[in-house]
């Protein structure tokens, strides 16, 4: 079964900084392109970030791009978001998304989503 | 890039059908077979109900359909049931140089 486990939230201080990390298993992860989706409160869906399998490309949204850095492991199974100078409006739940292909330069569906991880930017 | 619209809310009684639309450009959904859907229960994590406009992941009740005309893709939940209450996402493919636009989502009540 594929697994996608998030972990590092939690309350930050604007300004601060947070590494989320995603552990995966059940399958290949090194042959696959992984996501970052998050969700403020009541809010919808808003891509964040994209990593090809062998880590050679990224995509970041204009909201996030020069203070948030993606990045692999694929030896250890896991996919990291590195947030620094945090905003309030960051304030949402992020969820690790497996893509459907090894590239990020075609289409990817979004299958599975991990359980997400609650990051709080507040003073 | 603009999120996709899609309507707030849609309702149907049980065993009834009903239809949430998702409207791009085309740049996006009208460029693109590359439609995808996603239904998320409230607390959940959303899960993908339909890819590439069409098509069904295994698992997925054949009760839920895709389609596309133009820049407006549609899902379409036939038989309601009460497990089918949620939130609706769509997404689409908008080129390689913005990946993963998603609708604004459509609330799903059955009656």
């Known amino acids: 079964e594929v697994q996608l486990v998030e972990s590092g939230g939690g309350l930050v201080q604007p300004g601060g900084s947070l590494r989320l990390s995603c552990s995966a298993s059940?399958?290949?992860?090194?042959?696959?392109?992984m996501h970052w989706v998050r969700q403020a409160p009541g809010k919808g869906l808003e891509y964040v970030s994209a990593i090809s399998s062998n880590g050679g490309s990224t995509y970041y949204a204009d909201s996030v791009k020069g203070r948030f850095t993606i990045s692999r492991d694929n030896s250890k199974n896991t996919l990291y978001l590195q947030m620094s100078s945090l905003r309030a409006e960051d304030t949402a739940v992020y969820y690790c998304?497996?893509?459907?292909?090894?590239?990020?330069?075609?289409?990817?569906?979004?299958?599975?989503w991990g359980q997400g991880t609650l990051v709080t930017v507040s003073s | 890039q603009s999120a996709l619209t899609q309507p707030p809310s849609a309702s149907g009684s049980p065993g009834q059908s009903v239809t949430i639309s998702c409207t791009g450009t085309s740049s996006d959904v009208g460029g693109y077979n590359y439609v995808s859907w996603y239904q998320q229960h409230p607390g959940k994590a959303p899960k993908l109900m339909i890819y590439?406009?069409?098509k069904r992941p295994s698992g997925v009740p054949d009760r839920f359909s895709g389609s596309k005309s133009g820049n407006t893709a549609s899902l379409t939940v036939s038989g309601l049931q009460a497990e089918d209450e949620a939130d609706y996402y769509c997404s689409s493919y908008a080129g390689s140089n913005n990946l993963g636009v998603f609708g604004t989502g459509t609330k799903v009540t059955v009656l």
């Open positions: 590439e406009v069409s």
């Open positions: 998304v497996k893509g459907s292909s090894s590239t990020i330069l075609r289409y990817n569906w979004f299958d599975p």
């Open positions: 059940g399958f290949t992860f090194s042959s696959y392109a």
